[in-house]
DNA sequence: TTACAATCCTAACGAACGTTAAGTATGGAG
DNA sequence: CTCCATACTTAACGTTCGTTAGGATTGTAA
Protein backbone atom coordinates (compact mmCIF):
# COMPACT_ATOMS: atom_id res chain seq x y z
CA UNK A 1 0.00 0.00 0.00
CA UNK A 2 1.51 3.27 -1.09
CA UNK A 3 2.03 5.86 1.52
CA UNK A 4 2.65 8.52 -1.11
CA UNK A 5 -1.05 8.77 -1.85
CA UNK A 6 -3.33 10.56 0.10
CA UNK A 7 -6.49 8.19 -0.79
CA UNK A 8 -4.48 5.15 0.59
CA UNK A 9 -3.01 6.75 3.74
CA UNK A 10 -6.82 7.56 4.26
CA UNK A 11 -8.15 4.30 4.11
CA UNK A 12 -5.00 3.17 5.86
CA UNK A 13 -5.46 4.89 9.30
CA UNK A 14 -8.98 4.63 9.09
CA UNK A 15 -8.61 0.82 9.36
CA UNK A 16 -5.93 1.40 12.50
CA UNK A 17 -9.09 3.79 14.44
CA UNK A 18 -11.77 1.53 12.90
CA UNK A 19 -9.99 -1.33 14.69
CA UNK A 20 -8.94 0.30 17.51
CA UNK A 21 -12.24 2.25 18.91
CA UNK A 22 -15.01 0.91 16.93
CA UNK A 23 -16.51 2.18 14.33
CA UNK A 24 -18.97 4.84 16.47
CA UNK A 25 -15.71 5.34 18.26
CA UNK A 26 -14.11 7.04 15.19
CA UNK A 27 -14.34 9.95 14.02
CA UNK A 28 -13.67 11.11 10.62
CA UNK A 29 -11.98 14.36 12.16
CA UNK A 30 -9.34 12.46 13.95
CA UNK A 31 -8.51 10.44 10.82
CA UNK A 32 -7.94 13.66 8.95
CA UNK A 33 -6.18 14.58 11.73
CA UNK A 34 -3.42 11.69 11.72
CA UNK A 35 -3.20 12.17 8.12
CA UNK A 36 -2.76 15.27 8.39
CA UNK A 37 -5.03 16.44 5.92
CA UNK A 38 -8.28 18.60 6.17
CA UNK A 39 -11.34 17.30 7.25
CA UNK A 40 -13.35 17.60 3.73
CA UNK A 41 -10.59 15.46 2.05
CA UNK A 42 -11.98 12.35 3.02
CA UNK A 43 -15.13 13.20 1.29
CA UNK A 44 -13.23 13.87 -1.42
CA UNK A 45 -12.09 10.50 -2.11
CA UNK A 46 -15.13 8.59 -0.09
CA UNK A 47 -18.42 9.78 0.07
CA UNK A 48 -19.17 9.46 3.81
CA UNK A 49 -17.66 7.64 7.00
CA UNK A 50 -20.04 4.42 6.19
CA UNK A 51 -19.03 3.92 2.51
CA UNK A 52 -15.09 4.16 3.77
CA UNK A 53 -16.12 1.20 6.06
CA UNK A 54 -18.06 -0.48 3.64
CA UNK A 55 -14.93 -0.35 1.27
CA UNK A 56 -12.60 -1.67 4.25
CA UNK A 57 -14.60 -5.00 4.92
CA UNK A 58 -16.06 -6.16 1.65
CA UNK A 59 -12.93 -4.83 -0.43
CA UNK A 60 -9.98 -5.01 1.39
CA UNK A 61 -10.56 -7.26 4.32
CA UNK A 62 -12.15 -10.21 1.97
CA UNK A 63 -8.86 -9.55 -0.25
CA UNK A 64 -7.11 -10.24 2.56
CA UNK A 65 -8.55 -13.75 3.22
CA UNK A 66 -8.13 -14.68 -0.77
CA UNK A 67 -4.33 -13.58 -0.78
CA UNK A 68 -3.57 -15.60 2.16
CA UNK A 69 -5.26 -18.93 0.59
CA UNK A 70 -3.68 -18.48 -2.16
CA UNK A 71 -0.08 -18.46 -0.18
CA UNK A 72 -0.73 -22.11 0.86
CA UNK A 73 1.48 -24.99 -0.67
CA UNK A 74 -1.09 -27.65 0.96
CA UNK A 75 0.67 -31.25 1.19
CA UNK A 76 -0.52 -32.93 3.99
CA UNK A 77 -3.43 -32.08 5.54
CA UNK A 78 -2.11 -31.04 9.09
CA UNK A 79 0.52 -29.59 7.26
CA UNK A 80 -1.68 -27.74 5.58
CA UNK A 81 -3.53 -26.14 8.85
CA UNK A 82 -0.69 -25.62 10.45
CA UNK A 83 0.61 -23.54 7.50
CA UNK A 84 -3.20 -21.59 7.80
CA UNK A 85 -2.42 -21.13 11.10
CA UNK A 86 1.29 -20.20 10.51
CA UNK A 87 1.20 -18.10 7.88
CA UNK A 88 -0.84 -15.57 10.21
CA UNK A 89 2.61 -14.97 12.30
CA UNK A 90 3.76 -13.37 9.46
CA UNK A 91 1.00 -10.79 9.32
CA UNK A 92 2.11 -7.18 8.60
CA UNK A 93 0.79 -4.92 11.46
CA UNK A 94 -1.63 -3.18 9.01
CA UNK A 95 -2.75 -6.87 7.74
CA UNK A 96 -3.07 -8.17 11.38
CA UNK A 97 -5.69 -4.47 12.27
CA UNK A 98 -7.24 -5.29 8.84
CA UNK A 99 -8.08 -9.19 10.06
CA UNK A 100 -9.11 -8.28 13.20
CA UNK A 101 -11.57 -5.57 12.07
CA UNK A 102 -12.89 -8.28 10.32
CA UNK A 103 -13.13 -10.93 12.62
CA UNK A 104 -14.89 -8.13 14.89
CA UNK A 105 -17.56 -7.51 12.02
CA UNK A 106 -17.80 -11.31 11.27
CA UNK A 107 -18.23 -12.01 15.21
CA UNK A 108 -20.78 -8.96 15.26
CA UNK A 109 -19.03 -6.93 17.12
CA UNK A 110 -19.27 -3.93 15.15
CA UNK A 111 -20.48 -2.75 11.94
CA UNK A 112 -24.34 -3.31 11.24
CA UNK A 113 -26.76 -6.07 9.39
CA UNK A 114 -25.75 -6.10 6.10
CA UNK A 115 -21.74 -6.56 6.73
CA UNK A 116 -23.26 -9.72 9.53
CA UNK A 117 -24.86 -11.11 7.11
CA UNK A 118 -22.77 -11.02 4.70
CA UNK A 119 -20.13 -12.81 6.82
CA UNK A 120 -23.25 -15.39 7.81
CA UNK A 121 -23.20 -16.66 3.98
CA UNK A 122 -19.31 -16.56 4.32
CA UNK A 123 -19.17 -18.51 7.55
CA UNK A 124 -21.12 -21.39 6.01
CA UNK A 125 -19.44 -21.80 3.13
CA UNK A 126 -16.47 -22.87 5.52
CA UNK A 127 -17.46 -26.53 7.12
CA UNK A 128 -18.25 -28.31 3.70
CA UNK A 129 -15.09 -26.57 2.26
CA UNK A 130 -13.12 -28.21 5.22
CA UNK A 131 -15.05 -31.41 5.16
CA UNK A 132 -14.12 -31.81 1.14
CA UNK A 133 -10.14 -31.44 1.77
CA UNK A 134 -10.47 -33.61 5.04
CA UNK A 135 -12.69 -36.44 4.02
CA UNK A 136 -10.01 -38.08 1.79
CA UNK A 137 -8.38 -38.82 4.88
CA UNK A 138 -10.14 -39.92 7.31
CA UNK A 139 -9.97 -43.44 8.70
CA UNK A 140 -13.53 -43.70 9.67
CA UNK A 141 -15.66 -40.98 7.70
CA UNK A 142 -18.50 -41.48 9.87
CA UNK A 143 -16.73 -39.20 12.87
CA UNK A 144 -16.18 -36.48 10.27
CA UNK A 145 -18.66 -33.86 11.27
CA UNK A 146 -17.12 -33.88 15.33
CA UNK A 147 -13.53 -33.91 13.46
CA UNK A 148 -14.28 -31.08 11.03
CA UNK A 149 -16.00 -29.21 13.90
CA UNK A 150 -13.98 -29.44 16.83
CA UNK A 151 -10.92 -28.48 14.05
CA UNK A 152 -12.78 -25.23 12.61
CA UNK A 153 -13.31 -24.38 16.56
CA UNK A 154 -9.69 -24.84 17.21
CA UNK A 155 -8.42 -23.15 13.93
CA UNK A 156 -11.21 -20.23 15.37
CA UNK A 157 -9.31 -19.86 18.52
CA UNK A 158 -5.92 -20.01 17.22
CA UNK A 159 -6.71 -17.44 14.80
CA UNK A 160 -8.21 -15.41 17.72
CA UNK A 161 -4.93 -15.91 19.55
CA UNK A 162 -2.59 -14.48 16.82
CA UNK A 163 -4.84 -11.87 15.22
CA UNK A 164 -6.81 -10.55 17.73
CA UNK A 165 -4.81 -11.06 20.89
CA UNK A 166 -1.65 -9.71 18.95
CA UNK A 167 0.67 -13.13 20.42
CA UNK A 168 3.31 -15.36 18.30
CA UNK A 169 2.51 -19.01 18.74
CA UNK A 170 5.58 -20.68 17.55
CA UNK A 171 4.90 -23.54 14.46
CA UNK A 172 5.77 -26.80 16.21
CA UNK A 173 2.81 -25.80 19.16
CA UNK A 174 0.20 -24.82 16.32
CA UNK A 175 1.29 -28.27 14.56
CA UNK A 176 1.08 -30.40 18.03
CA UNK A 177 -2.54 -28.84 18.71
CA UNK A 178 -3.62 -29.45 15.51
CA UNK A 179 -2.00 -33.23 15.44
CA UNK A 180 -4.16 -33.71 18.87
CA UNK A 181 -7.42 -33.88 16.92
CA UNK A 182 -6.14 -35.22 13.97
CA UNK A 183 -3.68 -37.92 14.23
CA UNK A 184 -5.71 -40.28 16.01
CA UNK A 185 -8.27 -39.67 13.12
CA UNK A 186 -6.68 -39.33 9.32
CA UNK A 187 -5.13 -42.39 7.76
CA UNK A 188 -1.26 -42.60 8.81
CA UNK A 189 1.10 -42.24 5.94
CA UNK A 190 -1.01 -39.25 4.69
CA UNK A 191 0.96 -37.38 7.67
CA UNK B 1 -33.41 -9.21 38.35
CA UNK B 2 -36.48 -6.92 39.36
CA UNK B 3 -38.54 -5.36 36.47
CA UNK B 4 -40.30 -3.02 38.79
CA UNK B 5 -37.55 -0.81 39.58
CA UNK B 6 -36.21 1.60 37.32
CA UNK B 7 -32.49 1.39 38.63
CA UNK B 8 -32.24 -2.15 37.34
CA UNK B 9 -34.47 -1.90 34.02
CA UNK B 10 -32.01 1.12 33.14
CA UNK B 11 -29.42 -1.40 34.15
CA UNK B 12 -30.75 -4.32 32.10
CA UNK B 13 -31.62 -1.83 28.83
CA UNK B 14 -28.58 -0.46 29.01
CA UNK B 15 -26.68 -3.88 28.94
CA UNK B 16 -28.63 -5.21 25.95
CA UNK B 17 -27.69 -1.41 23.86
CA UNK B 18 -23.88 -1.81 25.02
CA UNK B 19 -23.59 -5.23 23.72
CA UNK B 20 -25.59 -4.80 20.87
CA UNK B 21 -23.89 -1.42 19.55
CA UNK B 22 -20.82 -1.02 21.56
CA UNK B 23 -19.89 1.82 24.16
CA UNK B 24 -19.71 4.38 21.58
CA UNK B 25 -22.83 3.23 19.79
CA UNK B 26 -25.32 3.58 22.93
CA UNK B 27 -26.51 6.81 23.78
CA UNK B 28 -27.72 7.91 26.94
CA UNK B 29 -30.86 9.32 25.16
CA UNK B 30 -31.60 5.84 23.70
CA UNK B 31 -31.49 4.18 27.18
CA UNK B 32 -33.80 6.12 28.70
CA UNK B 33 -36.94 6.05 25.57
CA UNK B 34 -36.52 2.52 25.87
CA UNK B 35 -36.86 2.59 29.61
CA UNK B 36 -39.82 5.23 29.19
CA UNK B 37 -37.98 7.42 31.32
CA UNK B 38 -36.53 10.92 31.13
CA UNK B 39 -33.22 11.10 30.40
CA UNK B 40 -31.69 12.85 33.31
CA UNK B 41 -33.11 9.66 35.81
CA UNK B 42 -30.29 7.77 33.95
CA UNK B 43 -27.86 10.47 35.92
CA UNK B 44 -30.28 10.21 39.32
CA UNK B 45 -28.80 6.77 39.35
CA UNK B 46 -25.28 6.41 37.85
CA UNK B 47 -22.54 8.88 38.09
CA UNK B 48 -22.24 9.33 34.01
CA UNK B 49 -21.84 6.65 30.99
CA UNK B 50 -18.87 5.47 31.81
CA UNK B 51 -19.62 4.47 36.02
CA UNK B 52 -22.39 2.43 34.19
CA UNK B 53 -20.80 0.71 32.18
CA UNK B 54 -18.01 0.04 34.52
CA UNK B 55 -20.48 -1.36 37.07
CA UNK B 56 -21.52 -4.03 34.19
CA UNK B 57 -18.64 -5.32 33.61
CA UNK B 58 -16.89 -5.09 37.28
CA UNK B 59 -19.75 -6.01 38.89
CA UNK B 60 -22.24 -7.66 37.23
CA UNK B 61 -20.11 -9.70 34.30
CA UNK B 62 -17.67 -10.99 37.04
CA UNK B 63 -20.40 -12.25 39.05
CA UNK B 64 -21.82 -14.20 36.62
CA UNK B 65 -18.67 -16.17 35.78
CA UNK B 66 -18.25 -16.67 39.61
CA UNK B 67 -22.48 -18.22 39.97
CA UNK B 68 -21.74 -20.43 36.73
CA UNK B 69 -18.77 -21.33 38.29
CA UNK B 70 -20.40 -22.35 40.91
CA UNK B 71 -22.69 -24.83 39.66
CA UNK B 72 -20.76 -27.32 38.29
CA UNK B 73 -20.75 -30.74 39.95
CA UNK B 74 -17.63 -31.40 38.99
CA UNK B 75 -17.45 -35.79 38.58
CA UNK B 76 -14.37 -36.93 36.02
CA UNK B 77 -12.45 -34.53 33.96
CA UNK B 78 -14.47 -34.60 30.48
CA UNK B 79 -17.51 -34.38 32.38
CA UNK B 80 -15.94 -31.11 34.47
CA UNK B 81 -15.33 -29.05 31.00
CA UNK B 82 -18.39 -30.55 28.90
CA UNK B 83 -21.00 -29.61 31.98
CA UNK B 84 -18.82 -25.63 32.15
CA UNK B 85 -20.20 -25.57 28.17
CA UNK B 86 -23.12 -27.04 28.49
CA UNK B 87 -24.34 -24.93 31.33
CA UNK B 88 -23.93 -22.03 28.82
CA UNK B 89 -26.82 -23.42 26.69
CA UNK B 90 -29.18 -22.77 29.62
CA UNK B 91 -28.06 -18.80 29.85
CA UNK B 92 -30.66 -16.67 29.72
CA UNK B 93 -31.19 -14.31 27.20
CA UNK B 94 -30.56 -11.48 29.88
CA UNK B 95 -27.43 -13.63 31.07
CA UNK B 96 -25.96 -14.59 27.10
CA UNK B 97 -25.71 -10.57 26.54
CA UNK B 98 -24.15 -9.65 29.62
CA UNK B 99 -21.37 -12.34 29.27
CA UNK B 100 -21.51 -11.25 25.51
CA UNK B 101 -20.56 -7.92 26.48
CA UNK B 102 -17.85 -9.36 28.48
CA UNK B 103 -16.70 -11.26 26.29
CA UNK B 104 -16.04 -8.27 23.74
CA UNK B 105 -14.71 -6.11 26.26
CA UNK B 106 -12.13 -9.43 27.08
CA UNK B 107 -11.12 -9.64 23.63
CA UNK B 108 -10.09 -5.71 23.62
CA UNK B 109 -13.31 -5.04 21.11
CA UNK B 110 -15.04 -2.10 23.42
CA UNK B 111 -13.74 -0.54 26.50
CA UNK B 112 -10.79 1.40 27.42
CA UNK B 113 -7.36 0.57 28.72
CA UNK B 114 -8.37 -0.21 32.38
CA UNK B 115 -10.86 -2.73 31.53
CA UNK B 116 -8.20 -4.60 28.58
CA UNK B 117 -5.84 -4.82 31.37
CA UNK B 118 -8.42 -6.49 33.96
CA UNK B 119 -9.06 -8.57 32.00
CA UNK B 120 -5.87 -9.71 31.16
CA UNK B 121 -5.08 -10.40 34.77
CA UNK B 122 -7.82 -12.64 34.64
CA UNK B 123 -6.89 -14.17 31.89
CA UNK B 124 -3.62 -15.18 33.08
CA UNK B 125 -5.02 -17.05 35.65
CA UNK B 126 -7.22 -19.64 33.26
CA UNK B 127 -4.71 -21.48 32.53
CA UNK B 128 -2.62 -22.65 35.40
CA UNK B 129 -6.25 -23.52 36.81
CA UNK B 130 -6.89 -25.44 34.31
CA UNK B 131 -2.97 -26.88 34.53
CA UNK B 132 -4.04 -27.87 38.19
CA UNK B 133 -7.29 -29.71 37.37
CA UNK B 134 -6.13 -32.01 34.40
CA UNK B 135 -3.04 -32.92 36.13
CA UNK B 136 -3.56 -35.64 38.02
CA UNK B 137 -5.66 -37.31 35.01
CA UNK B 138 -2.76 -37.11 32.42
CA UNK B 139 -1.16 -40.47 31.36
CA UNK B 140 2.28 -38.13 29.91
CA UNK B 141 2.30 -34.78 32.28
CA UNK B 142 5.33 -33.64 30.06
CA UNK B 143 2.22 -33.35 27.72
CA UNK B 144 0.25 -31.14 29.46
CA UNK B 145 1.20 -27.69 28.28
CA UNK B 146 0.33 -28.29 24.56
CA UNK B 147 -3.29 -30.57 26.01
CA UNK B 148 -4.41 -27.41 28.35
CA UNK B 149 -4.01 -24.80 25.36
CA UNK B 150 -5.43 -27.16 23.17
CA UNK B 151 -8.01 -27.58 25.49
CA UNK B 152 -8.69 -23.81 26.43
CA UNK B 153 -8.96 -22.49 22.45
CA UNK B 154 -11.33 -25.36 22.11
CA UNK B 155 -13.51 -24.49 25.38
CA UNK B 156 -13.04 -20.38 23.87
CA UNK B 157 -14.56 -21.41 20.77
CA UNK B 158 -17.39 -23.51 22.12
CA UNK B 159 -18.47 -20.58 24.44
CA UNK B 160 -17.87 -18.05 21.63
CA UNK B 161 -20.52 -20.48 19.72
CA UNK B 162 -22.96 -20.58 21.86
CA UNK B 163 -22.50 -17.03 23.81
CA UNK B 164 -21.42 -14.91 20.91
CA UNK B 165 -22.82 -16.44 17.82
CA UNK B 166 -26.44 -17.15 20.10
CA UNK B 167 -25.90 -21.19 18.90
CA UNK B 168 -27.30 -24.15 20.47
CA UNK B 169 -24.64 -26.99 20.67
CA UNK B 170 -26.05 -30.33 21.92
CA UNK B 171 -24.34 -31.53 24.81
CA UNK B 172 -22.90 -34.71 23.56
CA UNK B 173 -21.49 -32.83 20.61
CA UNK B 174 -19.60 -30.80 23.05
CA UNK B 175 -18.83 -34.20 24.97
CA UNK B 176 -17.75 -35.31 21.63
CA UNK B 177 -15.25 -32.80 20.86
CA UNK B 178 -13.93 -32.30 24.31
CA UNK B 179 -12.91 -36.32 24.62
CA UNK B 180 -11.25 -35.97 20.82
CA UNK B 181 -8.37 -33.97 22.84
CA UNK B 182 -8.78 -35.09 26.06
CA UNK B 183 -9.35 -39.36 25.76
CA UNK B 184 -5.92 -39.95 24.41
CA UNK B 185 -4.39 -38.50 27.47
CA UNK B 186 -6.13 -39.01 30.36
CA UNK B 187 -5.61 -42.13 32.23
CA UNK B 188 -8.58 -44.64 31.66
CA UNK B 189 -10.77 -45.19 34.09
CA UNK B 190 -10.70 -41.43 35.40
CA UNK B 191 -13.31 -41.29 32.12
C1' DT C 1 -1.84 33.50 -21.54
C1' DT C 2 -6.05 31.37 -20.74
C1' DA C 3 -9.02 27.57 -19.38
C1' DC C 4 -10.10 23.89 -16.74
C1' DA C 5 -10.02 19.81 -14.04
C1' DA C 6 -7.91 17.84 -9.96
C1' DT C 7 -6.56 18.64 -5.40
C1' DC C 8 -6.72 20.96 -1.48
C1' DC C 9 -8.38 24.49 2.25
C1' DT C 10 -11.21 27.48 5.96
C1' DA C 11 -15.46 28.00 7.89
C1' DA C 12 -19.64 26.83 8.93
C1' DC C 13 -24.20 23.98 9.01
C1' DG C 14 -27.73 21.39 11.73
C1' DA C 15 -28.09 17.45 14.57
C1' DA C 16 -26.95 14.62 18.32
C1' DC C 17 -24.12 13.88 22.11
C1' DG C 18 -23.11 13.74 27.59
C1' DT C 19 -24.37 16.34 31.24
C1' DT C 20 -26.69 19.61 34.48
C1' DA C 21 -29.62 23.43 36.38
C1' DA C 22 -33.85 24.19 38.30
C1' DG C 23 -37.74 22.85 39.27
C1' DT C 24 -42.28 19.70 40.25
C1' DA C 25 -44.97 15.89 42.28
C1' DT C 26 -45.46 12.54 46.14
C1' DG C 27 -45.75 10.33 50.37
C1' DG C 28 -44.42 9.38 55.01
C1' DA C 29 -42.62 11.56 59.74
C1' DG C 30 -43.15 15.19 63.23
C1' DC D 1 -50.58 20.94 58.34
C1' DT D 2 -45.69 21.33 57.72
C1' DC D 3 -41.36 19.56 56.52
C1' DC D 4 -38.36 17.09 53.87
C1' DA D 5 -36.25 13.36 51.45
C1' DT D 6 -37.16 10.62 47.35
C1' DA D 7 -38.40 10.15 42.68
C1' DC D 8 -39.15 12.34 38.81
C1' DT D 9 -39.65 16.22 34.96
C1' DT D 10 -38.70 19.99 31.20
C1' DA D 11 -35.39 22.67 29.19
C1' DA D 12 -31.20 23.87 28.28
C1' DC D 13 -25.84 23.95 28.53
C1' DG D 14 -21.48 23.47 25.79
C1' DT D 15 -19.20 20.19 22.79
C1' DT D 16 -18.50 17.24 19.15
C1' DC D 17 -20.32 14.82 15.46
C1' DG D 18 -21.00 13.97 10.07
C1' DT D 19 -21.34 16.69 6.32
C1' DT D 20 -21.12 20.60 2.92
C1' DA D 21 -20.75 25.33 0.84
C1' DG D 22 -17.59 28.04 -1.29
C1' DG D 23 -13.30 29.22 -2.53
C1' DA D 24 -7.94 28.74 -3.07
C1' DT D 25 -4.05 26.45 -5.31
C1' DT D 26 -1.85 23.70 -8.70
C1' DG D 27 -0.45 21.39 -12.96
C1' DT D 28 -1.48 20.67 -17.65
C1' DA D 29 -3.44 21.25 -22.26
C1' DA D 30 -4.74 24.55 -25.85
Redesign the pocket.
Known sequence: MEDTN??DRIKKVAIEHFNKNGY?G?????I?NEV??????????Y??????FDEIITNDYLQLLKRQSKKLTKSDAIGFYTELVNNLNSLSDFDRHLYRLGIKVYMSFDGDEEHIQAMDEYEESIYPRHAEILMPYLINPADCTVIVRALIHLLDTLIIEIVVKGRYIPEEDIRAEISLILSNSIKPGTL
Open positions: LKHTTIRNANCSLPMIYYYKSKKEL
